[in-house]
């Protein structure tokens, strides 16, 4: 079977890996290099137990793929050659006012009793026996054990070098249409070239919008931009990954503190901002004032893929008989990109996936809106 897939980005990527595998034919259509957008610019954090849809409905989906990983990730380092940080690290989650004591307690409520994590409620002073670093000010937080990380960039890379090995081929191309014959997608059109296929998925991320005319479904994915400040800290290591309504910062691989985050929506402008750097170091500061000397060595900026209803769309195009769609994993696509993948290839073959979930990741839960 021979598959077009738009879009290169981590879960297209993913997709043609598994494609691959299974011995079918796939080019993958982008007119950028892998890992140049969200995909490569991300945090890495897999936070399983936290985020939009969880626990319901997503809890279940989220945790396939956070499992999916375990065994994904040694996979494509072996094949790729590259390394991609993969690690188990703990997070630790901070409550600074009352109120956020009390939401977050009332999570640990149903975190507690999901399986493979130990979550816990910390006060101020063992929080401070766990990282040191900490502002003392805090009221005390959730501490998670073994939840995972990875360096997404080196990710990126891994699977599409992975898929190439593989014998997936790369096309440094913008796709401008799409080839219909009947109720059928027969390929897809680049300039006044067009390229034939069996199948046609779509993964356009935070371009996903613009399939909307090509497929006559209305596709609500808007671009979601965040912002992340590498530092550098002279004898400073934090040893979890510390967060805070919603921003965090963490010691990774490459020697440098990762701190981010923003939400923006600001069209697709992808250009750094003084205004996000100063917000950034601010919440920085209040989770560990002790960066206050800390020195900026990158400041990046990118585009989430955001569904209207912060799920992502995992689905076949309703009317057509061989095109389907995999977008809008938000804040969470490194993490929910192995079941966006794995259950994807799965309606693309006709294989009965081990995904749970699934069903609440229709293109078809959007029928009403504009």
């Known amino acids: 079977m021979k598959v077009n897939i738009i879009g290169g980005g981590i879960v297209g990527s993913l997709s043609a890996f598994l494609l691959c595998k299974l011995g079918h034919e796939v080019y993958i259509f982008d007119p950028d290099s892998p890992g140049s957008h969200a995909s490569g610019f991300a945090f890495g954090e897999m936070s399983a137990l ?3 849809g969880i626990p319901d409905p997503l809890l279940d989906f989220t945790l396939s793929s956070f499992n ?3 065994w994904l990730i040694p996979d494509i380092e072996n094949i790729s050659g590259i390394p991609t940080n993969y690690q188990v690290n703990n997070k630790l989650n901070l409550a600074f006012t009352s109120e956020e004591e009390e939401k977050l307690k ?3 409520l149903w975190q507690k009793d999901v399986e493979g994590f130990e979550v ?8 401070l026996k766990v ?6 000010d805090c009221l005390g937080g959730v501490f998670v054990e073994n939840t995972s990380s990875v360096e997404p960039y080196k990710l990126s890379l891994a699977i599409a070098t992975a898929a190439e090995n593989l014998g997936a081929k790369i096309v440094n191309r913008e796709v401008t249409g799409l080839i219909f014959e009947g109720n059928d997608c027969a390929g897809v059109v680049t300039g006044n070239v067009k390229h034939y296929s069996d199948v046609t998925l779509l993964t356009m991320g935070p371009w996903s919008k613009f399939a909307s005319d090509w497929i006559g479904v209305n596709v609500p994915v808007i671009p979601l931009k965040g912002q992340i400040l590498r530092l550098e800290a002279e004898g400073i290591n934090i040893k979890s990954s510390v967060f805070h309504a919603g921003n965090y910062v963490s010691s990774k691989p490459d020697g440098l503190i990762w701190a981010g985050t923003t939400e923006e929506e600001v069209g697709f402008d992808e250009t750094p901002t003084t205004d996000a750097r100063n917000q950034i170091m601010m919440d920085l500061l209040n989770m560990v004032p002790s960066l206050e000397d800390s020195k900026l060595v990158h400041h990046t900026a990118c585009l989430r893929p955001l569904c209207i ?3 992502p769309i995992v689905d076949k195009v309703k009317g057509y008989g061989n095109l389907f ?3 809008g994993a938000g804040r969470k696509g490194i993490l929910w990109s192995a079941a966006m993948s794995i259950g994807i290839v799965d309606m693309i073959t006709g294989a009965q996936t081990e995904i749970k979930g ?3 990741l229709s293109l078809n839960r959007f029928k009403n809106t504009n």
């Open 106 to 108: 009332k999570e640990l």
């Open 309 to 311: 209803d912060s799920m």
């Open 131 to 136: 990282e040191p670093l900490l502002n003392p």
């Open 68 to 70: 999916a990983h375990k």
């Open 120 to 127: 816990s409620w910390l006060t101020t002073k063992d929080l």
């Open 325 to 327: 769609i995999s977008t």
């Open 50 to 52: 936290e985020g939009s």
């Open 358 to 360: 699934l069903e609440n």
